[in-house]
């Protein structure tokens, strides 16, 4: 079951990529906020990611709040008791 978790959290953070990227060229989708999801998603598991992550907050700390909010409130949907660790 722990496998299917890691699965769904990768093919998630990656959708969200995904919606990002797409939400760029298309008017209707905010494509940084998908990014930004997707990265936050994602962070838990790639150190390229965490490493960009970094660079992110020290380049533009206020998109990197919005990431720390958003990784917060994804790691309390996937914690066991709902709450955040």
């Not at 079951?1 to 990529?17: D, Y």
């Not at 992110?56 to 409130?73: D, F, G």
Request: proline share 2%.
């Amino acid at each position: 079951m722990e496998k299917f978790k890691q699965i769904g959290i990768v093919i998630i953070g990656w959708a969200f990529l995904v919606l990002g990227v797409l939400g760029l060229f298309l008017p209707i989708l905010q494509g940084i906020l998908f990014i930004m999801i997707g990265l936050a998603i994602l962070s838990s598991r790639s150190e390229m990611i965490k490493r960009f992550l970094k660079h992110l907050e020290e380049r533009h700390p206020q998109y990197h709040e919005h990431v720390e909010k958003w990784r917060k409130k994804i790691r309390s949907w996937f914690s066991k008791d709902g709450m955040e660790s």
